[in-house]
């Protein structure tokens, strides 16, 4: 397996923006479906986004229209641009490689993780 680290979490107020970056390597990525899925304490892991090596992606209903997920295979990373960020969008975010081409929305589908990067939207 191979390493995803993520980058580009932080503290901002609602409305603001972040992109977080995921960089992949000792893998080949290009042609797997990618996700970002985000957690808080005492939750589950939730879906965000995920994208297929096609660029085509998929969105949470409630990231939907604020967040766009984007690859650049060439520099095997994906990104994650969250705008409109509001206090219920904090949470620890990971990116995490699906192993295969099919996209997916369920973190069981996903075998390769990141440690994940903390995002805190402030009211």
């Known amino acids: 397996q191979g390493q995803l680290v993520e980058s580009g979490g932080g503290l901002v107020q609602a409305g603001a923006s972040l992109r977080l970056s995921c960089a992949a390597s000792?893998?080949?990525?290009?042609?797997?479906?990618m996700g970002w899925f985000r957690q808080t304490p005492g939750k589950e892991r939730e879906f965000v986004a995920a994208?297929?090596?096609?660029?085509?992606?998929t969105y949470a209903d409630s990231v939907k229209g604020r967040f766009t997920i984007s690859r650049d295979n060439a520099k095997n990373t994906v990104y994650l641009q969250m705008n409109t960020l509001k206090p219920e969008d904090t949470a620890v975010y990971y990116c995490?490689?699906?192993?295969?081409?099919?996209?997916?929305?369920?973190?069981?589908?996903?075998?390769?993780w990141g440690q994940g990067t903390q995002v805190t939207v402030s009211s």
């Open positions: 995490a490689d699906r192993g295969q081409t099919s996209i997916g929305r369920r973190p069981s589908e996903y075998d390769n």
């Open positions: 994208i297929m090596w096609t660029h085509y992606s």
């Open positions: 000792g893998r080949t990525f290009s042609s797997n479906a």
